[in-house]
């Protein structure tokens, strides 16, 4: 089979087409493409980069360019959505960090009000802008994907993580309130972002993650919300949830996304039967040898995932930005010695 171009390739591996070997990308996961090296490599440095279009898209693309990485990511953070709505960010000058919201501002339900021009509001047209040049640099070789909150996430952005989990007990009516709202934005913020030219959107939902809620919990108050953002969406759609999603994989599958990013925490060899048409994505661990181990190491774990069946091959929560270099080649590296081997 002639090689694949990567978008090709990646759109043929998420849509159930021939694949000339699997990708190796970090479409979906809370990190992105970018680690620190790659910032210091090319002198575009976080925090500046979150918030100039023209630096994060160059920062993608050599991203790209250093590791082999086939697609190219933005944005580099998690607190685009929690900006608009108004709630105060913090800044680290390092970059190893990555910006938080240092206040959730919303106590109730009724205190929340969508921005009249969304859009508009905080970053959002930064990280549109910096989709729309992307567009232009990478044409129709690399894919593009970008990242819009979980619904349950941003609630937890917006009321603070500590007391969604509380009003979960004590007003659960209140956490469907808050990801109501969410799902309305992310619906709105996703779909311009698909417009601007993102290929592929993956929606984020690490507050959902197995280690902090139950599969009940899932059910209540996380899948109608995603469910809905995937019915209203029309382009490729990936829901990511880190650390150990066992328990809700078939949740996740019924959400409707065509690919479920996981970490590896879960066994793909176990969850493959249960996922039908929905791609899997991972899980090479994103902070374990990638970020303290050997290239060998890494090596190791990445001919796991693809003997295990996965089929786009990723770093499970994207790359740390901690993460030496050669860890994360070495990552590209494993992945195209196994495929030469099954020619
Ligand atoms: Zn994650």
């Known amino acids: 089979m002639r090689e694949f171009s990567p978008k090709r390739r990646a759109f043929a591996a998420l849509l159930g087409g021939k694949v000339d070997r699997p990708p190796v990308t970090s479409l979906a996961g809370c990190g992105g493409t970018v680690n620190v090296d790659i910032q210091k490599a090319t002198g575009i440095m976080f925090p500046e980069a979150h918030k100039d279009p023209e630096k994060m898209a160059k920062l993608a693309i050599a991203a790209y360019e250093m590791t082999g990485i086939e697609n190219v990511r933005v944005p580099f953070d998690f607190v685009i959505e929690p900006e608009a709505m108004g709630c105060k960010i913090k800044w680290p000058d390092n970059p190893a960090l990555v910006p938080a919201t240092l206040e959730h501002i919303y106590k109730k339900p009724e205190d929340l009000k969508m921005p009249e021009n969304l859009l508009e509001a905080g970053r959002i047209p930064v990280l ?19 990242l819009a909150l979980g619904p349950f996430t941003l609630a937890g952005e917006l009321v603070g993580t500590a007391e969604l989990m509380m009003m979960i ?10 990801v109501e709202f969410s799902t309305e934005f992310i619906i709105e913020f996703s779909k311009a972002q698909y417009r601007a030219g993102a290929d592929i959107v993956q929606i984020g939902e690490p507050t959902a993650s197995g280690d902090l809620i139950s599969p009940k919990m899932f059910q209540e108050f996380v899948k109608p919300a995603l469910t809905r953002v995937a019915d209203e969406l029309k382009g490729i759609r990936l829901l ?9 994989i078939k949740d996740m599958v019924e959400c409707g996304y065509d690919g479920i990013s996981i970490e590896e925490a879960v066994d793909i060899s176990k ?11 991972g899980n090479v661990s994103s ?10 190491q890494v090596k190791e774990e990445t001919l796991k995932a693809l003997d295990a069946g996965v089929d786009l091959l990723e770093p499970g929560c ?16 494993a992945l195209k010695e196994w495929s030469a081997k099954r020619k």
Do not use: Q, W
Not at 169 to 178: H, S
Not at 291 to 296: K, L, R
């Open 128 to 146: 549109l802008e910096a989709i729309r040049i992307l567009r232009k640099e990478v044409g129709d070789f690399l894919p593009i994907s970008s």
């Open 169 to 178: 007990m004590r007003n659960p009516e209140n956490v469907k309130k808050f």
């Open 240 to 248: 990511h949830i880190c650390g150990n999603a066992t328990p809700m």
């Open 271 to 281: 969850v493959k039967p249960i996922v039908g048409e929905v791609k899997i994505l």
């Open 287 to 296: 902070k374990g040898h990638m970020v303290m181990g050997t290239p060998d």
């Open 318 to 333: 994207g790359i740390s930005l901690p993460a030496p270099l050669d860890n994360v080649k070495a990552m590209v590296e």
